[in-house]
């Protein structure tokens, strides 16, 4: 059964480029979030989808982030223009309707280092 | 946002030891889960507890919620290597909806052979 995949697995780029992380929830979820961690500020929600539709994206830090879902299977976070300080290691997550969060799944999560 | 403190922040124990942590917050919450997390990967739920005063145990991890729905407990018997990792507690006020999950801080966790 595969779990959450995530990719790339790394990331390194040069301040001002552009950021594009992808997710495939496992099949049947129809709750994906994407968390943010890093050593400062620890696990942190950035958005979340409930069938394909952002229901709370209250933790994106900036409009330079933006996250999409176009279909059930997929989703991205995209950093436009991406900034040193957005350095961290970003998660994606997903559950079925009707379960708590100990049937929250993550992924293996993306190092993301901007220079 | 919700801030939940975990102590120690890091642990060195010779294998064998038992080991101890602790969540404490603010707020009270309905829910307390605890997570590992191995380099590398994402955190994996380790036990859910779901009712004050409530102790649960996973092989040889034993969980506490405590009383005041303020705190939980996480302990380790008899450590072994692979337990090394970054322990995370969190807190969950509902059962459902996710703006409402906080994590703590997390424990690293170190086990010498």
């Known amino acids: 059964d595969a779990g959450v995949i995530q990719s790339p697995r790394h990331e390194v780029t040069e301040m001002g480029q552009e950021v594009t992380l992808r997710c495939k929830p496992i099949s049947g979820h129809d709750y994906l979030f994407w968390y943010r961690q890093t050593m400062m500020r620890g696990l942190e929600l950035l958005i979340y989808f409930n069938n394909n539709v952002p229901i709370d994206d209250s933790g994106m830090p900036e409009d330079r982030f933006s996250a999409k879902m176009p279909n059930a299977s997929f989703s991205t976070l995209k950093i436009q223009p991406s900034e040193p300080r957005d350095s961290a290691v970003y998660f994606c997550a997903s559950r079925s309707t009707g379960t708590g969060h100990e049937k929250l799944f993550f992924g293996s999560g993306t190092q993301l280092s901007v220079l | 946002g919700q801030q939940l403190n975990q102590s120690p922040q890091s642990m060195f124990i010779q294998e064998g030891e038992d080991v101890s942590m602790n969540c404490t917050s603010s707020s009270i919450f309905n829910t307390w889960l605890w997570y590992k997390q191995e380099p590398g990967e994402g955190p994996v739920l380790l036990i859910a507890?779901?009712?004050?005063?409530e102790l649960t145990s996973n092989g040889r991890l034993t969980a506490q919620f405590g009383i005041t729905r303020k705190d939980s407990f996480l302990n380790i018997s008899a450590s072994i290597p692979s337990d090394v990792g970054i322990y995370f507690c969190?807190?969950?006020?509902?059962?459902?909806?996710?703006?409402?999950?906080?994590f703590g801080t997390g424990t690293r966790l170190t086990v010498i052979p």
């Open positions: 507890l779901y009712k004050a005063g």
């Open positions: 969190a807190g969950q006020r509902g059962r459902t909806g996710a703006n409402n999950l906080f």
